[in-house]
């Protein structure tokens, strides 16, 4: 390093610039400190104090550093104290219009399934622990006869997420063994989880069957050998292939594999427990359909239309989900207690159907009409003009939102918002707005479009939480 320029440093320094040496000593801004100190112990504070005084020192020899700032170094110390020990896992607004939005959480848990988190987590509980015998219980005994209710299958069990239920089903049934799909159904979720990669680590060779756009009967049936371990449905729910297409659904094929003595397995990817077209919603397949049609086992998440945790549900028959249950790798990739206690109380919800849409966030929200949210929109207007201006103007405008998480991908559902548009025109301009809107305290996610930004209010239950915070981005933008 070399030596800081003199005439910098000392010769022309401006007589509000603070020198290295007036900076207090570790010990005295401790002492200063003390309250802070004793609220979070020495080890943390004297860490934050040492890196504060390291930067205020480089600043210091820069010539940098204004006297008045070491007026306020103890509030300094604190805040960075504070901060360090906020969570870098935030709640955040969700105007992007998506519902189900994987990056941001999916599924907002029903108040019940909150209450019972939080009832069941501070405390030992029943998860394993047979209250009748006094003996050693299965979780899977907790949830089980719930889930064979709601679906109609023989047996059940859940694990950590779809993707688990997925490669657990698909090792526990054809690990060294075939597996058949059709070329239709080789769908990519996201991140890594491509359908014939999950096949090879799950230990099963793929044999795909049919074409990209067509897949019949005679495709499975030719595929079927004495390897054959599993014949595989795959629920395509991230893209739709449209045009000159065929596929072989469950009914037609469940007959087919029990000819052959194999199991006939279904991802549902999202699987609804409700039919959702009753609600106005895009129908999705549900497992109670595709158990009825004949499949052995049928997997779907927690977290996407079923409205609770993050969770894998396998439902099916005994004998399919019973080698899944006995599976070595089913240990690995069990429920924790945590989305345990929401799942059951989520799934206790559907016992009572007419309350379904109020009780289960992801409803309510999915359900919500147009004109509601345009309404509100028509609410928000003025504040939001006035928070934006003189750099943006905004207008309510109908927007088309979407269910999300793979759910229904071509479906759109009618709704409104709020476009922000840069009077100066520019995507920078725009682009610090969508920066300073996700540094808000409770950030809030929008979405651009076409040199506008978006905030589609579908999910804006409590609108409270964006009035509240326009003063602190009317400070951001100044
Ligand atoms: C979402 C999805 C999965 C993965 O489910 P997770 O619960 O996210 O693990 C698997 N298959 C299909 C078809 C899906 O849509």
Do not use: W
Not at 167 to 177: Q, S, Y
């Amino acid at each position: 390093m070399t030596a800081p320029d003199e005439s910098v440093v000392h010769g022309s320094k401006a007589p509000d610039k603070a020198a290295p040496k007036e900076l207090p000593a570790l010990d005295k801004l401790l002492r200063d400190c003390a309250p802070l100190v004793i609220e979070h112990g020495h080890t943390l504070v004297a860490r934050e104090a040492r890196a504060l005084l390291d930067a205020l020192r480089s600043r210091a020899v820069a010539g940098e550093l204004l006297r008045a700032e070491l007026s306020g170094l103890a509030r300094t110390l604190a805040t960075r104290v504070q901060a360090r020990m906020q969570p870098a896992m935030r709640a955040v607004l969700n105007l992007t219009g998506t519902v189900i939005h994987t990056n941001l959480g999916r599924s907002l848990l029903a108040d019940a399934a909150l209450q019972q988190v939080l009832a069941l987590t501070g405390s030992p509980n029943n998860l394993e622990f047979d209250l009748d015998t006094g003996g050693r219980g299965d979780r899977d005994d907790l949830i089980e006869d719930l889930l064979c209710e709601l679906t109609g299958a023989e047996a059940a069990t859940v694990v950590n997420n779809n993707a688990a239920a997925v490669l657990l089903g698909i090792a526990a049934l054809a690990r060294g063994r075939e597996a058949i799909v059709s070329r239709g159904e080789l769908v990519e979720i996201g991140g890594a989880f491509r359908m014939p990669d999950v096949m090879s680590a799950a230990g099963a060779t793929l044999v795909e069957v049919g074409t990209t756009n067509r897949t019949h009967p005679r495709d499975y049936e030719q595929a079927l050998t004495p390897r054959t371990g599993l014949i595989v449905k795959v629920h395509t729910s991230n893209y739709q292939v449209q045009g000159f297409t065929s596929s072989v659904d469950e009914a037609t094929l469940a007959p087919i594999a029990r000819r052959a003595g194999v199991p006939l397995m279904t991802d549902l990817g999202s699987g609804a427990l409700v039919d959702m077209a009753a609600l106005g919603l895009p129908a999705e397949p549900m497992p109670q359909q595709m158990l009825a049609a004949g499949c052995d086992v049928v997997t779907f998440s927690g977290d996407k239309l079923l409205g609770g945790p993050q969770a894998g549900l396998i439902v099916g028959s005994r004998e399919a989900v019973g080698r899944i249950r006995k599976f070595p790798m089913k240990r690995a990739l069990r429920l924790s207690k945590l989305p345990f206690a929401a799942l059951e109380a989520t799934l206790r919800l559907y016992l009572r159907p007419e309350r379904l849409v109020q009780d289960l966030p992801t409803l309510r929200l999915l359900t919500r009409s147009q004109a509601q949210i345009a309404a509100l929109a028509q609410r928000l207007l003025p504040d939001m003009a006035a928070a934006l201006a003189p750099r943006f103007t905004v207008e309510t405008v109908v927007l088309q939102s979407q269910i999300g998480s793979g759910s229904l991908p071509v479906e759109r559902l009618p709704s409104a918002g709020l476009a922000i548009n840069p009077v100066d025109g520019k995507g920078r301009t725009l682009e610090a707005l969508a920066i300073a809107l996700r540094g808000l305290p409770r950030p809030v996610i929008g979405r651009l479009n076409e040199q506008r930004l978006l905030l589609d209010l579908r999910c804006l239950e409590e609108p409270a939480l964006l009035t509240a915070q326009l003063p602190a981005l009317k400070d951001a933008l100044a």
